[in-house]
C-alpha cells in the first residue's frame, strides 16, 4: 500500500519566517502534487512535479521533488499571513489516475 | 474556472436515510472523484468515474454507490445513512490539461444525527 507522510503535522510561525515541509513515502511516485486548502474549501493544486530532483518556484514557495521520487519538499520564505491553510501532497496510486493524499501540514502564519 | 459545483453545501439528515450527492461540471472532463475529508485521515476516495457509465470503487466504499449518467453529473449516494458517514465530501475532476492534477469543489458538509 502506498502511503504519503507528512511533517510536521502543525506548524505556527511569525511572519516573515522561513519555514520547510516535507512529504516522504516508501514508495516510488511518477509524480507528486502539492495543494493549499483553506478552511470552507477545496484543495486548490499548487504544483506538480515529475522528475526526479526536479524544483518549481512559486513565487515565495519553492518545490523540490526527491532523487529517487519518494519525497517532496515545500520552503516557503518569507511566509506571510496569506499563507495560512493546510497543505497537502498527493501522488497517484501505481498506474491509475486515482490520487493518494497525505493528511497534510496545518500552517499558521501570525502577523 | 473549471466550473465545478457540489450540492448541497450543507445538509443534515437522520439515521437510516438515503442522501444523495451532487457534483457538476462544465467541461467535458472525463475523470471525476468522490472524496471525504475527516480529522486524522486526511483526503480518502471513495468512488470515481472514467466516463459515462463507468465507475469503480476507491478505498472507502461501503455504503455508498455512485452513477453518471452524463458526463458533466457524478452523483453520490449513502444508501442508509449512518453517523460514521458524517464528514466533509469533495467531488474532483481531472484531465490531461493540468498533468491530470485535481480541480476541487467546494465541498458538501453533511452531518448525519
Known amino acids: 500500500t502506498q502511503l504519503l507522510e507528512q511533517s510536521p503535522q502543525f506548524l505556527s510561525i511569525q511572519e516573515g519566517e522561513n519555514l520547510t515541509v516535507y512529504c516522504n513515502s516508501s514508495?516510488?511516485?511518477?509524480?507528486l502534487q502539492w495543494y493549499r486548502q483553506e478552511p470552507g474549501e477545496g484543495p486548490v493544486l499548487l504544483v506538480t512535479v515529475v522528475t526526479g530532483g526536479e524544483v518549481k518556484k512559486l513565487k515565495r514557495l519553492t518545490f523540490q521533488f526527491g532523487d529517487a521520487r519518494k519525497d517532496s519538499s515545500l520552503h516557503i520564505t518569507a511566509a506571510q499571513p496569506g499563507d495560512t491553510g493546510l497543505y497537502l501532497c498527493a501522488g497517484p496510486s501505481s498506474g491509475t489516475y486515482k490520487y493518494i493524499f497525505g493528511t497534510g501540514t496545518r500552517l499558521k502564519v501570525l502577523a | 474556472d473549471a466550473g465545478i459545483t457540489q450540492s448541497p453545501r450543507h445538509k443534515v439528515t437522520e439515521t437510516g436515510t438515503p442522501v444523495t450527492l451532487r457534483c457538476h461540471q462544465t467541461?467535458?472532463?472525463?475523470?471525476m472523484y468522490w472524496y471525504r475529508q475527516d480529522p486524522g485521515h486526511g483526503l480518502r476516495l471513495i468512488h470515481y468515474s472514467y466516463g459515462v457509465k463507468d465507475t469503480d470503487k476507491g478505498e472507502v466504499s461501503d455504503g455508498y454507490s455512485v452513477s453518471r449518467s452524463k458526463t458533466e453529473d457524478f452523483l453520490l449516494t449513502l444508501e442508509s445513512a449512518t453517523s460514521s458517514q458524517t464528514s466533509v465530501y469533495f467531488c474532483?475532476?481531472?484531465?490531461?490539461?493540468?498533468?491530470?492534477?485535481?480541480?476541487f469543489g467546494s465541498g458538501t458538509r453533511l452531518t448525519v444525527v
Open positions: 467541461e467535458n472532463h472525463r475523470y
Open positions: 514508495s516510488v511516485f511518477s509524480s
Open positions: 474532483a475532476i481531472s484531465d490531461l490539461r493540468n498533468n491530470y492534477g485535481y480541480t
